[in-house]
């Protein structure tokens, strides 16, 4: 088991049952609504959606390590991030959540221009620093 994770913006759920997939398709400028469906049956294949090493969010989460989660309030993946989250902390997981405000997918990408995601890439390296300890 490795010793803490970090997942930015995960894809958690391969079912696409997120409210954010459609609710937030006219606001997230980095992925595509239409997208979806294609990239899930090229990572699954014939496979079953659910499949937790396929999909997380239906998996058993007791006993995994230390994670931390950042997401954008304005992505679609939002719902796969909070879903988990909840999901894991119900199993005693401990895990740290940030949304930040009227970000994108993956805007910790664009720390040279966003103030939020220069400050976002700190708090990943605090998180690190304090887990390798």
């Not at 230390?66 to 991030?81: A, C, K, N, R, T």
Request: with cysteine.
């Amino acid at each position: 088991m490795p010793k803490c994770a970090i997942a930015l913006s995960p894809w958690t759920d391969h079912t696409l049952s997120g409210n954010s997939y459609l609710g937030n398709k006219d606001i997230d400028p980095m992925l595509v609504a239409e997208g979806f469906p294609i990239w899930s049956k090229h990572y699954t294949g014939e496979e079953d959606n659910k499949n937790p090493y396929i999909s997380p969010l239906f998996g058993d989460l007791h006993g995994l390590p230390p994670i931390y989660i950042q997401v954008g309030e304005e992505e679609m993946l939002l719902d796969d991030s909070l879903r988990f989250a909840e999901k894991a902390k119900a199993a005693g997981v401990d895990i740290t959540i940030e949304v930040y405000a009227e970000m994108f997918h993956v805007f910790q990408a664009f720390w040279r221009v966003l103030s939020a995601a220069k400050k976002a890439n700190i708090k990943l390296g605090e998180f690190l620093k304090k887990q390798m300890i």
